[in-house]
């Protein structure tokens, strides 16, 4: 049984900054891509960014050079650090783990809203 949480979503101004973590926890041998999606109302889930074990990222176009992407291996702990935060970021914000090289998994989601 794996879990993943959220924390660090809220309310925040045009040009804020808020940083999200996820935890994953549970019977883990190993996590390969650990990655931050959204969604917002009326819209599909897409790609915010992602990591892999070694330290590669990928960045959606929307967010290069505003967000970064971390993790900690150890605590099997992403982050994301997120900058000059605009209205079209406000979304849920999900996080997922590819696990044990078997399963992805999700978290419950938490709630970004960039208010002008």
């Known amino acids: 049984q794996v879990h993943v949480v959220e924390s660090g979503g809220g309310l925040v101004q045009v040009g804020g900054s808020l940083r999200l973590s996820c935890a994953a926890s549970g019977i883990i041998f190993s996590i390969n891509t650990m990655g931050w999606f959204r969604q917002a109302p009326g819209k599909q889930r897409e790609l915010v960014a992602s990591?892999?074990?070694?330290?590669?990222?990928n960045y959606a176009d929307s967010v290069k050079g505003r967000f970064t992407i971390s993790r900690d291996n150890a605590k099997n702990t992403v982050y994301l650090q997120m900058n000059s935060l605009k209205p079209e970021d406000t979304a849920v914000y999900y996080c997922?783990?590819?696990?044990?090289?078997?399963?992805?998994?999700w978290g419950q989601g938490t709630q970004v809203t960039v208010s002008s």
């Open positions: 997922r783990a590819y696990v044990n090289n078997l399963s992805n998994y």
């Open positions: 990591v892999t074990n070694g330290g590669s990222t």
